[in-house]
């Protein structure tokens, strides 16, 4: 019976086999979100947030943050705070991201941007950001404070540079990279790091936990980008071929495009710099990233750094949260297949 | 000729006067803006801040953190890093309000939203924000931290309020403080607070310079929403009338809908509440608030907060900051004389 257990659970989603170590932990962040996305005097607030709190979401980034806590044996009461604090930034940049791509879905229900207004989901994000560094505030720990103000810089600095990268079918891989670190891996790597930071463990183990998230966010993105074309509505939870009407120059489009031939090339001219989208190109341009192997292309860039994730955590000793954060790289690649 | 040059000085405005006393301190901040505002990959970010920074505006905020820290004596370096965090949180919000409210002009130049596009506002109002934590965590100092959070979340809060207390006729004035106090005051009390806190003055002196910006804030806010009805285009830089336009529930339409007739109760009722608003009906609101003594009814108001702000400063012994800082409580008021 140990052993069908432990079969069981190895035949579980990494994912949710942390949801279950965590389980306390993750009691404990879910009501400190409940309780500080509260609001004395402007009831609009928490009605904006739950609707996409309540929506579900993984709760991706606060797991990393519990685990990296965990995984270096931290036993104080911060890393919900922490947690919380990633949260809320990743919530609050989700609620400007929808006013800036103008979503209609989010996590399959209607985007708030759409069920209330564009100055809720300004306003709402921008408190949420502040009660994100309310929370960082009362750890008292300056470093944890330096790492999540830099990651929101950077975030928001990704953001800006997709917006001027896109329909600029010039961009490079190196861009698409930057975007990505920017808007992806820059809090999934603060989330992990922070972790190791408040548990107080050697600089080499902080540094490690910092790669493990800056790699498994990129992973996450790129896989991200590629169900954008290949996934269906309802597995995403958001309309498929969004990026495709916003033209922006996703790793797979960028593939697709270093190999063009030059009726392939005009079409790209077409649809993404001038914007000239019609009926059945979003399908054409599938076809064009089938037949020139651009999608195998970008998911063989995300196993390698899924691969660089899984490798970082070498450094630590064996521990069932090191496996579970080390098949959770693979998982992130997996989910497309 | 010293009596000639103070007699000169004392005609003088006093935010010319306190800018003139901290010029040095000005200049240091105002580099310090213009080297945090850029961005290594994202020129739009810097474009767009300069547009907002390079407009002028009257550098009103950091000026008070300036010199609440020197007159608390302090003369190490971080009164710089807090008053260009004072400003960025500022200059973020303005760019948010810009895209809530969709203006179209600030300090007498078309709005960023207009310029650019509303994405950018929000994309680069985020980066200032996450600046100014950057910035504010380099002081190491957890108390300025926690000061500038919160001011942080309560300016959000009650921008959120004003959105949905907006159009509701019902609006008391205890709710229109509370709008007050979240979009205009907190910043102000915070500038101010922080100035005593880095300088490590005793507490008394703190709650002193909290209640000097708060008070301040106030009765700056009041006055600007009796320019809104009473200035001119040029006199304060963006289009009179906006909050008419956006039905909001200032002090003057409060008060004259306090003592309103039953004709003028059906008047506010069409414009504020159904938003049915005609060729004309801008004067016709001017009219009714100038015969019911409402204008001058919100001016009283805003001048006991002015005494408030003036008297708080009591408790500092006399010095040439002080008497500034306490003309210039007076001259937010005077300024629609």
Redesign the interface.
């Known amino acids: 019976m140990g052993l069908g257990m432990s079969l069981g659970a190895a035949a579980q989603k990494p994912h949710d086999r942390l949801n279950a170590w965590l389980a306390a932990d993750m009691d404990a962040v879910n009501l400190m979100i409940r309780t500080r996305m509260a ?7 928490p009605e904006v947030t739950a609707h996409l709190i309540d929506a579900g979401g993984k709760r991706l980034r606060p797991m990393l943050t519990l685990a990296a806590a965990r995984l270096c044996g931290y036993d104080g009461p911060f890393h919900i705070h922490l947690a919380a604090t990633v949260e809320f930034i990743h919530t609050a ?1 989700l609620l ?1 991201d929808d ?2 791509d103008q979503s209609e879905r989010r996590r399959g229900r209607s985007t708030a941007n759409l069920l209330w207004d ?3 989901s ?3 994000g ?2 949420l ?3 994100s ?2 929370l960082m ?1 009362e750890t ?1 720990n ?1 470093r944890v ?2 790492i999540l ?2 990651a ?2 950077t ?7 997709q ?2 990268a896109a329909q600029d079918i010039a961009t490079t891989e190196a861009t698409y990279l ?1 975007v990505v670190r ?1 808007k992806t891996a820059a809090l999934f790597s603060a989330a992990t790091e922070v972790g190791g930071v408040i548990a107080g463990v050697a600089e080499e183990q902080v540094r490690a936990l910092y790669t493990y998230g800056d790699a498994l966010g990129i992973a996450f993105q790129i896989v991200d980008d590629l169900l954008d074309y290949e996934g269906s509505d309802t597995s995403i939870g958001k309309n498929t071929g969004d990026d495709f009407r916003e033209r922006k120059l996703t790793l797979p489009v960028i593939k697709a495009l270093a190999v063009a031939t030059p009726e392939e090339r005009a079409f790209w001219v077409r649809v993404i710099e001038k914007g000239q989208q019609a009926e059945g190109d979003l399908e054409a341009a599938k076809a064009i990233m089938a037949r020139q192997g651009a999608m195998r292309d970008a998911r063989d860039v995300a196993l390698d750094w899924a691969a660089k994730a899984r490798a970082a955590l070498a450094v630590f000793p064996s521990h069932p949260l090191r496996t579970m954060l080390e098949d959770l790289a693979d998982y992130v690649v997996a989910r497309i297949n």
Request: charged share 20%; hydrophobic share 45%.
């Open positions: 609001s004395e005097h402007a009831p609009r607030i940049t400007h006013v800036v564009n100055k809720s300004v306003l709402v921008d408190y950001f502040s009660r560094f309310q505030v008292g300056l404070l330096d103000a830099n929101s810089a975030i928001a600095e990704g953001e800006v540079l917006l001027t930057q920017g």
